[in-house]
């Protein structure tokens, strides 16, 4: 089980694949299994380094101390373990918001960047959401009732034209043994309620494309769309039929656009 000793915490990660070396930063309430659907599809062409954030699956302790900056510092750590001196980056939601403040710990080492589904803006309906998810979590019969208010805030409304979708996401949610806990969701909504950025989209100069999902009820598009625009020659794409998961609601989609995009980046070895 690959596994990295820090100083306060034990990180958990996943390395697949071979080629030049993708750092995939997973969003709020995820972990190295969020990238399922899109990683098989990727690995053929990349090395995929998939870590655990902080109070996410096997990540120990669950209740380290957390902030978005502190996730990026890890991630970095991760790297440097692993012996890459060059990278790609691809985040998604908070791990867009990890990608950027990693950026600015080691802009020379960041080859290309990819940012799925996030914004660098306040967006207090998007934590009034996760405040509900959990207190609904914390209600009697609140494991299976959470989940079930959270798929039509982050899945396209395709997914939920057939029923039997709901049911296999949640059966599958419910069995993974590495669940977030209603706490440690709780620590994780903390740090990025209380998140400050150090790195301004017109900080980024590696190369930088940022997807979008037209169906995203939990990112301000035209907020973010402004936002992004002020990376210096920044590739913004938005992906039909994919809400907040775009990884999962268009993961052939996403796949094609990081291969064309990062191929073209070059390899960072």
Sequence with gaps: MPELALSDITLHFEVDGSGPPILMLAGMLSDSASWGALAPLLTDQFTLIRPDNRS??????????????????????????????????????????????????????????????????????????FDALLAVRRAPEGEQLWLRALYPWIFAPGFFTDPANTDTALAAALAYPHAQSADAMAHQMEALRGFR??????????????????????????AAEKAFAQIPNVVQATLPDAGHSIHWDAAPAVAQHLRQFHDTAGDPR
């Design 56 to 129: 996410t699956g096997r990540t120990t302790p669950w209740d380290a101390e957390t902030s978005v900056a502190q996730m990026a510092r890890d991630a970095l750590a991760l790297m440097d373990e692993l012996g890459h001196a060059k990278f790609h980056v691809v985040g998604h939601s908070m791990g867009g918001l990890m990608a950027m403040e990693l950026f600015g710990l080691a802009p020379e080492r960041i080859q290309a960047m990819s940012i799925l589904a996030s914004a660098p803006v306040r967006a207090p309906r998007t934590m009034a959401v």
């Design 197 to 222: 950025p150090t790195v301004r989209p017109a900080d980024l100069t590696c190369a930088t494309q940022v997807l979008h999902g037209t169906e995203d009820l939990l990112i301000p598009r035209a």
